[in-house]
């Protein structure tokens, strides 16, 4: 008979007590010995054994056998395999199923039991067996894991079949693991429909934007045009010669807000890119503060800027990028700022950085609106005007640049924008412009041809009388055909000057056809554009490009570069005028010391807006003050702070 471990205790705890009792007697009745200490040790040791039987009598209470934990995760691993979503099957080399799971069976529209040992590959339909026993033995052979879709019934299952091995590093069988993807892949089909809708939308816009864009440059390249032809008259009295310039800034202007537009549809299709190249920082300073003062006017805001004394004259950047985040800063603090209230635009150095900043005193901005100034459309109030594009295409023109705008504001009290840039000083000596101020009369070189394309005669009209005074001789076409006819006449033009969009055969035909039909002819094609994007054709090539509105000094900077040649020049009468701004003025026509000192004040802080109002007021007394005013008016314009400086400082000491 077997004893069970809690007999035993009881058995050892009687026996020790036993044990103990006749210990007593026998010390007691018939020996002489200690026999009490005997005693006293079989009860110690009755109950130590009694201590740890009880202790392993408690651990075999919450204890297994091996035997009982091996069938437990034999149930756990089971329990886990059946409940899963996936199919999952084991095989042997031969393709037999050895194990398989409830969701595998279900799948194969059978029970695990009855699955158990029969061919995998008798479960496929004959269409299928080949290419799948294909993979089966490449996975075998090569003891690597392939992964496929298998599309049945309208159902897509994600496969994944992995080899087994032995302890030896054997394949013995292969791990088949699947999984329903219908669900997923029929979001990824309507996901991708969706972005291809996008896709088509957003080409459908880009396409409208730059036939929108074609349309407004039209006739401003009109304006434009007939103002710089205007400009190149050297009889125009200086007062036209102001107004011209302001309507010249002006159209710049709403060139910027067309770009803007067309920058926002590049922006969104990651297609925007800088022109990286050196300009003279106090020129661009200069550009900007006039266009604000513009603004003052109209809106009837003050308008103040202070420019750093220790500014660079030359900077490494994009000019045209720059400008277009100042002047979107600018025109948006005049749009929230109320009439008496004051725009300030600074620019200083921060150690390397130059820090850029534009504080209103306007309407300001709740801090709950913060993040939604910067999205594109987006305006502040119903009433605001523009497209709500600016501060969205100013910020990510920042970064592009490397730089961060920030924002703080304050409601009722109004809202500085400001970012760093890291504009890098050029170090060597750029000789200085002195063709800038001087009107440019012909080239020394051989007689040069120039061919017109446009389809537009006004056009036509304002490039030729851009140049038609400098000694070309031009001719005009106002289509492809008429074009290739003029040449198949005798005519070989140096240049030729191209609209692309033309009806019946465009630019890009004609230059297609001028290459290919006259191969001789090594004319420059100067593609000119309102739409400012250039087709990506390689067989096309042309030598540069001109957008709309033409700006007449980038087509002489063209016409040099392309023809090789050196213009002739004269001396305009403002630059005369300049000349003579050194020359002693007569007591009489100079300002009284403090107003003298006040300016030089002003020019050593940079607050060129400070210098513009002291010379208006000085220009309310015209016929005292007239000289004096002309005088340092190219300083001013210029932003020469150290010339201005000087040139007052002389005046002081006469």
Not at 170 to 183: E, Q, S
Not at 443 to 472: A, C, P, Q
Request: aromatic share 8%.
């Amino acid at each position: 008979m077997k004893i069970s471990k809690p007999n035993k205790l009881v058995i050892w705890l009687l026996t020790g007590f036993l044990l103990a009792c006749i210990i007593v007697i026998i010390d007691t009745q018939l020996f002489y010995i200690p026999g009490s200490i005997i005693c006293i040790l079989f009860l110690v040791f009755g109950w130590l054994q009694s201590i740890y039987y009880f202790r392993v009598y408690k651990t075999l209470q919450t204890a297994k056998s091996p035997v009982e934990n091996i069938a437990d995760k034999k149930t756990c691993y089971e329990t886990l395999i059946n409940t899963a979503d996936d199919t999952i099957i084991l095989l042997d080399k031969s393709g037999k199923i050895l194990m398989i799971n409830t969701t595998g069976a279900q799948r194969l529209g059978h029970s695990p039991d009855a699955l158990i040992g029969r061919n995998v590959f008798d479960l496929l339909p004959d269409s299928l067996k080949k290419s799948r026993n294909k993979k089966f033995q490449y996975v075998l052979t090569h003891k690597k894991t392939v992964r496929y879709v298998d599309h049945r019934q309208g159902i897509d299952f994600d496969q994944i079949l992995s080899p087994v091995f032995d302890h030896s590093g054997n394949a013995v069988g292969i791990a088949v693991y699947g999984r329903d993807i219908t669900a997923q892949k029929s979001i990824e089909a309507q996901l991708q429909k969706a972005r291809q809708e996008a896709e088509k939308a957003n080409n459908a816009k880009s396409i409208f934007l730059t036939h929108v864009s074609h349309e407004l440059r039209t006739p401003l390249n009109v304006i434009l045009g007939y103002t710089q032809i205007l400009q190149s008259v050297s009889t125009l009295e200086k007062d036209e010669q102001k107004s011209l310039s302001k309507i010249h800034k002006n159209v710049d202007f709403i060139i910027s807000l067309i770009d803007d537009i067309l920058d926002l549809s590049k922006i969104e299709s990651q297609n925007i890119s800088l022109s990286i190249d050196v300009f003279e920082f106090n020129e661009f300073l200069a550009y900007i503060s006039d266009i604000a003062f513009m603004y003052k006017q109209e809106k009837e805001v003050d308008f103040a800027c202070h420019f750093s004394p220790d500014l660079p004259i030359y900077v490494n950047g994009d000019e045209r990028r720059l400008k277009q985040v100042l002047l979107n800063l600018i025109v948006n603090a005049f749009k929230f700022t109320p009439k008496k209230g004051l725009v300030t635009l600074t620019v200083k150095k921060d150690n390397q950085a130059i820090v850029f900043q534009v504080e209103d005193t306007g309407i300001g901005i709740h801090e709950d609106k913060m993040s939604d100034i910067f999205q594109p459309f987006y305006r502040l109030t119903h009433q605001s005007d523009g497209f709500g594009l600016g501060l969205s295409i100013a910020r990510h023109l920042v970064e592009m640049m490397g730089g961060k705008l920030n924002v703080q504001s304050t409601v009722d009290k109004g809202s500085t924008f400001w970012f760093s840039l890291y504009l890098e000083s050029v170090d060597i000596i750029i000789q200085p412009d002195d063709t800038k101020n001087r009107k440019i009369t012909g080239y020394t070189d051989s007689n040069k041809r120039i061919l017109i394309v446009d389809d537009l005669k006004e056009n036509r009209t304002i490039l030729k009388g851009m140049i038609s005074h400098l000694g070309f001789e031009i001719r005009e076409a106002n289509t492809g055909e008429s074009a290739l006819k003029c040449i198949h006449d005798g005519f070989e033009p140096d240049l030729i000057l191209l609209d692309l969009i033309m009806p019946v055969m465009d630019g890009f035909e004609f230059a297609h056809q001028m290459k290919n039909n006259y191969p001789e002819i090594t004319s420059k094609i100067v593609a000119v554009s309102a739409s400012n994007i250039l087709r990506s054709d390689k067989t096309v090539v042309f030598d540069a490009q001109i957008p709309k509105p033409i700006q007449r000094d980038h087509l002489i900077k063209t016409l040099e570069h392309q023809l090789d040649i050196n213009w002739q020049y004269k001396m305009d009468s403002n630059q005369e005028a300049n000349q003579n701004k050194t020359e002693p003025l007569e007591n009489a026509q100079i300002p009284d010391h403090h107003i003298l000192d006040q300016l030089i004040d002003y020019a050593q802080h940079g607050q060129i807006t400070d210098i513009k109002d002291e010379i208006r007021k000085l220009e309310q007394q015209p016929t005292k003050y007239q000289k004096f005013t002309e005088s340092i008016d190219g300083f001013v314009t210029e932003l020469d702070f150290d010339g201005f400086i000087d040139y007052i400082s002389t005046l002081g000491r006469q």
